[in-house]
């Protein structure tokens, strides 16, 4: 939807014109999954589907916020109440009352808005739409209220909304890449130290194209197997007196799974931290392809990668493995889930002149196990969160 119609929808919904609209937009992340709270490294890329907010100020503590895409018409929050605390206000509405809890338990004066918000990013398929929606939700305000913060802090703010005021335990990399990203390029972040660099990523240039496989299934980061996952990887990096298991380096890795058996840390763990350990490692061998202009060898890299998801830290689920097996079948030079797992999206990695055929027998073979058919569209990297009127 055009800004323009965003603007006109928030003055017919609240009697005058915006103050503005900005964007913030999903993500699909290259590689380095399950990495960031574990303050190891990712590559995710900002796609074209983003989330739009028109917004004004209020000076009266009350928060309106408004969805184009949800039923429900227009939700009244008492931000000087701060809505009654973390996790006390449900339904989509938290994201944004949790970024404006946020930034007010930091100490800025944010003193109540108005919010009409659409969305082209698809919910509950592992691209980030939660974080689109915090994002665009933080640099709105920011702008407005003169807060005068960076791309970054706006993103750990975010983050802590969700954390702590929504209740998912997720890491930092959607709202970074919600917040960070550069057109044509994707986001080589420590999630450590957020340092970062922007990796130039013109696929069309060489040839290929990244598609992306939105499967259909629901995933859902809430339901305690995300949190489950976390919990073992830091029960891993506590048990071998690490700060985090980004501290195990990759040569060393044998000798730590023998110690987590030495210690008595179940089997679980140990594939735990055996997935986050030769995924940082995956991590590097992509940004070297990358930097050496070796784009097709990253191919192999995305499907080991699908696999240590799928084994290790068993985040995968019938209709992703399908998408990997069935476009690697099809040709593709790699795949692998994206994102959180348990449903979600897949990245596939193809010749430019074969991503038609490779999309369409994964389409088929979906048909053939009797899935819904999965949506296919390209990753084309895109612009992180900017503002789109004045
Ligand atoms: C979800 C979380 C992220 C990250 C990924 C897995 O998208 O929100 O913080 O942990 O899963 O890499």
């Known amino acids: 939807m055009a800004a323009s119609a965003v603007a006109e929808e928030f003055e017919r919904l609240y009697g005058a014109a915006p103050e503005g609209v900005w964007a913030a937009p999903g993500r699909v992340n290259l590689i380095g999954e399950h990495t960031d709270y574990n303050d190891g490294f990712v590559m995710p890329l900002a796609l074209p589907h983003r989330t739009l907010a028109a917004v004004s100020r209020r000076t009266d503590g009350v928060l309106r916020v408004h969805s184009a895409d949800i039923p429900g018409g227009i939700v009244q929050l008492d931000a000087a109440g701060e809505f009654g605390g973390p996790r006390s ?36 398929a592992g691209l980030s739409s939660s974080a689109s929606l915090e994002v665009v939700t933080a640099l709105a305000l920011d702008d407005l209220f003169g807060l005068g913060l960076s791309a970054t802090e706006l993103a750990v703010l975010s ?39 922007q990796v130039p990523f013109d696929l069309a240039a060489q040839g290929l194209g990244l598609l992306v496989v939105d499967t259909r299934v629901k995933h859902e980061l809430g339901d305690g197997a995300y949190a489950e996952r976390r919990a073992g990887c830091e029960a891993g990096a506590r048990a071998l007196g690490v700060p985090a298991l980004r501290d195990v380096a990759y040569d060393g890795l044998p000798a730590a799974l023998d110690r987590l058996a030495a210690l008595g840390e179940s089997a679980t763990v140990r594939a735990y931290t055996r997935h986050v350990v030769t995924e940082n490692a995956r991590v590097e061998r992509v940004i070297g392809l990358l930097d050496a202009g070796d784009v097709r060898a990253v191919g192999p890299v995305l499907t080991e990668g ?10 995968s689920c019938a209709e992703l493995d399908l998408v990997v097996t069935s476009a690697t079948a099809a040709g593709a030079l790699g795949a692998r889930m994206t994102g959180g797992g348990f449903g979600g999206s897949a990245i596939v990695l193809v010749e430019a002149e074969t991503a ?35």
């Open 89 to 124: 206000a449900g339904g989509w509405a938290a994201y944004p009352a949790g970024v404006v809890w946020a930034l007010r338990a930091a100490g800025h004066a944010v003193t109540g808005a108005d919010l009409h918000l659409t969305s082209t990013v698809p919910t509950g």
């Open 306 to 315: 699908h696999a240590s998801l799928r084994d290790d830290l068993r985040v």
């Open 159 to 197: 983050q802590r909304a969700e954390n702590e005021f929504v209740g998912v335990p997720c890491g930092v990399m959607d709202q970074m890449a919600s917040a960070c990203c550069a057109e044509g390029h994707a986001l080589y972040l420590d999630t450590r130290d957020l340092a970062q660099r």
């Open 356 to 390: 038609d055929a490779v999309a369409k027998s994964v389409t088929e073979a979906f048909a053939a196990a009797g899935y819904a058919a999965p949506r296919v569209f390209p990753a084309i990297p895109s612009r992180g969160a900017h503002r789109v009127t004045h």
